[in-house]
């Protein structure tokens, strides 16, 4: 009876994978050992000649590992104290609505709020604005710059969240008892709220680097095709190029390094000790 | 809510019945003054099958036709007459190359009735058995003796008829004149790379797919738009990954920025020169000397066209002469059809930047189709686009 039970629950979920993720992934497997078609696409062959042919894409790489991080850091910076302030200095009646607000972003699509972007940063946007002011500013727009704040904007919510729930279910009581025993407020932040937070920190950097490493569309917006994802080349080998075993390749590789770098901000977050039996991925 | 009762009396409806069929109103009068129309209008939108299929002059072709196509390249008021005309509703769906149109109907499951790929296309199309020769029979409007040979066929392959003629153009650069600030303007293709890599560094912007950008490299050193050697790629590539850092952005959608401002130089198609140029006048478009693109785009219909019925009404309507010259109004592209030409204005038939002058359009060189599969120049361009 327990058994059945188990198996019915974990059904809908097993079945998703099972067609939606590990069948996909077998064949971008198999594919990463192929060969181009003469006309482009996928022809069966046992080959290594894609992974050998990495490097080319160190470009991409590079883009994708250095403003993966540095995006998540900068919406941590921001989301922190933005959190903190919700959690506990707001009022109830202030909190809800601007929670509200943090989350409104979302009811409009990502790809249109990326399209006003361009407008922000463009030559008529905010340049023009510095330059009014007697201030030039250089491009903007199709600079890593634009993609950076881009993905910080877009991702901040994400952020946010579970920042705040940590916060919010801080023990209130811990602080009055360090204020009580004589703590300056910043000694209390540091020992008591600051680690007591980490798990929602944890959280909402795990959330936001995981989608960061796998995002397309606010670089090919906000890049103009100059700054290329990962995500970017694998569309463009898709469906330009039509090179799928080596867009399959490339596929395999930005699985193998999500692993390692995944596992081991797991592990660092464990042996920092800030992360306990809590830590949650969501 | 009003006051005035706008149902109709029973009598009234009896006798508006009556004119209909005499034959004294019309349908849409009949359809207006009882109400039935908005009725089943009313119905129909809540239960599709409940539409009107009335007898249109193509025969019952279901209610949907999915078309396949470039930016900027069609009037949609046209859409809405197709629509009016026959009871399909046009879903358009909008690409930048022929190799991501290939790619999708490679991959199966488009789910596309007609799609607008480039001459140099149609022969990989057809080797890979994806589009079928048209059934000409029910595209009365398609006169093969009225069109150009020179842009219509390459529609024709081994002999069947697979794609008919939508329009031509040329592929030249688009430049804002107010930004050369004394320079003069851009003649040659050498020019446009050096003015890229000089004075209008972090400006311009080139095509998003291989054969434009590659082929206009190419002509920086005076080799063939097609070239397919090893050597001359090479050289291009070398062009290209030097302008890469001065280019303001790759991408085949260029209007948005030109118009802004924010780009001052760009690869450009013919239709978008001139749409440009109307709102713009100081956007100027110039055909390399060197050479360049000439090219034609055609309509075709894929094998697996979910609704091959609706999807040669469609290419039917759009090469109606009539309506084709809207288009040809709409988006800026001169058309191989003599019956359309002499329905357009003479100014337009003047226009130097849909006619260029013969010397110019002696130099152009069509697409070739081994461009288009080429692994060599599908690399180099995706290489050039992840540096």
């Known amino acids: 009876m327990q058994g059945r039970t188990t198996w019915l629950l974990l059904a809908p979920a097993a079945l998703w994978f099972g067609i939606m993720l590990v069948l ?6 198999v594919f990463s050992f192929g ?26 790489f590079r883009n994708t590992l250095t403003l993966a991080p540095l995006g998540t850091l900068m919406a941590l910076v921001i989301a922190y104290p933005l959190a903190y302030f919700l959690a506990l200095q707001a009022s109830p009646r202030w909190r809800t609505l601007l929670l509200i607000l943090v989350i409104v972003p979302f009811w409009t699509s990502i790809l249109i709020r990326s399209y006003a972007w361009i407008f922000l940063l463009g030559g008529q946007g905010i340049p023009a604005l510095f330059a009014w002011a007697g201030i030039p500013l250089p491009r903007l727009v199709n600079t890593p710059f634009a993609v950076l704040t881009g993905i910080v904007y877009g991702y901040l919510p994400l952020m946010v969240l579970p920042i705040y729930v940590s916060l919010d279910r801080l023990d209130k009581r811990l602080l009055e008892a360090s204020a009580d025993l004589g703590a300056p407020p910043f000694r209390s932040f540091l020992q008591i709220t600051l680690p007591l937070s980490l798990p929602g920190v944890a959280t909402g950097c795990m959330l936001v680097f995981i989608l960061l490493m796998g995002e397309y569309l606010i670089p090919s917006v906000l890049g103009g095709g100059l700054v290329f994802f990962i995500g970017n080349a694998l569309v463009d080998l898709f469906l330009q190029s039509r090179n799928w075993a080596f867009g399959a390749a490339v596929s395999v590789s930005l699985v193998v390094i999500m692993l390692i770098t995944v596992s081991a901000y797991m592990w660092l977050m464990r042996r920092l000790g800030g992360a306990r039996d809590d830590v949650s991925l969501m | 809510m009003t006051d005035k009762i706008d149902h109709i009396s029973r009598q009234k409806f009896m006798e508006e019945l009556r004119r ?26 809540a239960v599709p099958a409940l539409r009107p299929r009335p007898a249109f002059a193509e025969g019952s072709i279901g209610d949907k036709v999915v078309l396949a196509t470039w930016p900027n390249y069609h009037d949609p008021a046209d859409f809405d007459a197709f629509t009016a005309k026959t009871g399909a509703a046009v879903q358009v769906n909008v690409f930048g190359s022929n190799e991501e ?44 003796a009225s069109f150009d040979a020179r842009f219509a066929g390459a529609g024709t392959v081994d002999g069947k008829l697979y794609a008919l003629s939508k329009d031509w153009g040329t592929t030249g650069m688009a430049v804002n004149t107010k930004m050369l600030n004394g320079l003069p303007t851009p003649t040659s293709w050498k020019e446009f790379w050096d003015m890229t890599m000089g004075p209008f560094s972090g400006r311009t912007m080139v095509h998003d797919y291989q054969l434009t950008t590659i082929g206009n490299a190419l002509k920086y050193y005076g ?54 140029h109307r709102d713009l006048p100081e956007i100027v478009y110039v055909v390399g000397k060197e050479g360049g693109e000439i090219w034609s785009d055609f309509y075709a219909i894929p094998k697996s066209a979910p609704h091959p019925e609706a999807a040669h009404a469609l290419v039917n309507f759009l090469l109606t002469p009539e309506i084709n010259a ?31 002058a013969a010397e110019l359009l002696s130099t152009l060189e069509f697409g070739a189709a081994a461009t288009l599969t080429d692994p060599n120049r599908a690399e180099l361009m995706a290489r050039f686009k992840s540096a």
């Not at chain 2, 059809?337 to 337009?348: G, S, W």
Request: aromatic letters at 10%; charged letters at 15%.
């Open chain 2, 223 to 276: 080799y063939s738009f097609n070239s397919l050697d090893p050597k001359e790629l090479a050289d291009a590539e070398k062009l290209l990954m030097a302008a890469k850092p001065h280019l303001f952005g790759i991408n085949s959608d260029y209007q948005p920025s030109m118009r802004s401002g924010d780009a001052w130089m760009t690869v450009c198609w013919t239709g978008d020169a001139s749409q440009m």
């Open chain 2, 101 to 144: 149109m290939l790619a999708k109907l490679q991959a199966g499951g488009s789910g596309w009735d007609v799609f607008v790929p480039t001459n140099y296309a149609i022969s990989t199309y057809v080797a890979q058995g994806i589009i079928d020769p048209l059934d000409m029979t029910k595209v009365p409007a398609y006169d093969a």
């Open chain 2, 20 to 45: 209909y069929q005499k034959g004294s109103v019309t349908r849409r009068h009949f359809l207006g003054v009882t109400g039935l129309g908005a009725a089943s209008a009313v119905l129909a939108a």
């Open chain 2, 326 to 356: 809207k288009e040809a109004l709409f988006h800026g592209y001169p058309v191989a059809d003599a019956r359309v030409n002499k329905l357009l204005p003479p100014e337009i038939m003047n226009d130097p930047i849909l006619h260029p």
């Open chain 1, 35 to 60: 060969d181009r078609g003469p006309a482009g696409g996928y022809v069966p062959a046992f080959t290594l000649a894609q992974y050998a042919n990495l490097p080319s894409r160190f470009a991409v």
């Open chain 1, 24 to 29: 996909p992934l077998c064949f971008i497997v």
